[in-house]
């Protein structure tokens, strides 16, 4: 079955940089974009960062020059390096994979999410 597996999330000092690591089983991973969300407290799920199959890049304005968005295609995981942590950033991190189908039906597959928290 599909399976998207979150690691990497922590408790990190304002300033310090956290990795993020995907882990994706189940469908053919180099056919979806990838992305990572976030949902803080109280707050609506956003999109953080995107990568598609031909590995272009999308960020959120609020982490642009900070954050990074890789995937591995031999290894079927998707990474996101986050630097310059600032409190804000504190929330559950989904990764999620979609695609688009041929009939326009958008497939969407998610992880179960990691906690990052910044605080000193």
């Known amino acids: 079955q599909v399976q998207l597996v979150e690691s990497g999330g922590g408790l990190v000092q304002p300033g310090g940089s956290l990795r993020l690591s995907c882990a994706a089983s189940?469908?053919?991973?180099?056919?979806?974009?990838m992305s990572w969300f976030r949902q803080a407290p109280g707050k609506e799920r956003e999109l953080v960062a995107t990568?598609?199959?031909?590995?272009?890049?999308n960020y959120k304005d609020a982490v642009k020059g900070r954050f990074a968005i890789t995937r591995d295609n031999e290894k079927n995981k998707v990474y996101l390096q986050m630097n310059s942590l600032k409190p804000e950033a504190k929330a559950v991190y989904f990764c999620?994979?979609?695609?688009?189908?041929?009939?326009?039906?958008?497939?969407?597959?998610w992880g179960q999410g990691t906690q990052v928290t910044v605080s000193a």
């Open positions: 990568i598609t199959t031909g590995d272009l890049t």
């Open positions: 999620n994979g979609h695609r688009i189908r041929a009939n326009s039906q958008r497939i969407d597959y």
């Open positions: 189940g469908f053919t991973f180099s056919l979806f974009s």
